[in-house]
């Protein structure tokens, strides 16, 4: 018996059964559920394999604070090697949306959230990934850092992502322009507060996330 793909109408289906386990968060699109905490939208995305014939659920994250024209998948968590088949939706989601709450949902889908939360969330996955050299990521816990008004967390993020980044491979440091100038150029960033939240307001506009559930970060 051939298997059956994933119509539209199967991605509204498994979306709202998604969403009913997550009610803190919303329908984005299909497949897509956020909220938005600060300059972060949150949330889990229903990624489909390649024949369209399974899924598997990602905790994601996405920095408001950079130009982009999709969600990103930065911090993505997922279930390795794994796929749910389209007949199977029914009996396993509800496993798996436990699996996702209890094991991969390193920042809270839920009420406020204090930096230092958020902070240690990308320390931990820069420290576990199989993927080095993420350059994003350091620059993801300035920026948050920076949008929230907290100049004593910038200055720890950048003294971070310099201890770490200064160890990298040379051929690694050349891609990102060199150590110095990409330095320069995030502490600058950093220090523009103001077009830091313009960025951000003109990708809420552009990624039409304004309608999500937003929620606060808390300083420390």
Same mark, same amino acid.
């Given at each position: 018996m051939p298997l059956k793909k994933i119509t539209k109408a199967d991605e509204k289906r498994m979306t709202k059964d998604w969403q009913e386990l997550f009610p803190e968060l919303s329908i984005y699109k299909n497949m897509r559920l956020l909220n938005r905490l600060g300059p972060l939208l949150v949330g889990i995305c229903? $990624?489909?394999?390649?024949?369209?014939?399974?899924?598997?659920?990602?905790?994601?994250?996405?920095?408001?604070?950079?130009?982009?024209?999709?969600v990103s998948l930065t911090?993505?968590?997922? =279930?390795?090697?794994y796929h749910l088949m389209l007949s199977w939706h029914e009996k396993k989601y509800k496993e798996l949306a436990e699996r996702i709450r209890n094991d991969m949902q390193i920042i809270p889908f839920k009420g406020p959230v204090y930096l230092s939360t958020i902070i240690n969330a990308y320390k931990t996955y820069i420290a576990t990934t199989n993927i080095p050299f993420q350059i994003h990521l350091y $620059?993801?816990?300035?920026?948050?850092?920076?949008?929230?008004?907290?100049?004593?967390e910038v200055e720890r993020s950048l003294k971070y992502a310099q201890d770490d980044i200064c160890n990298w491979p040379e051929y690694v440091k050349e891609k990102i322009g060199g150590f110095d100038k990409w330095f320069m150029d995030i502490k600058m960033k950093a220090q523009d507060v103001e077009s830091l939240r313009s960025i951000s307001e003109k990708? =809420? $506009? $552009?990624?039409?996330?304004?309608?999500?559930p937003v929620r606060e970060i808390i300083l420390d």
């Open positions: 229903l $990624e489909k394999d390649s024949g369209n014939y399974a899924y598997n659920p990602i905790f994601h994250v996405h920095n408001l604070c950079r130009g982009f024209t999709t911090l993505a968590m997922q =279930i390795k090697n $620059e993801d816990i300035i920026l948050i850092s920076a949008w929230c008004g907290s100049t004593k990708q =809420i $506009e $552009e990624l039409k996330v304004a309608n999500l």
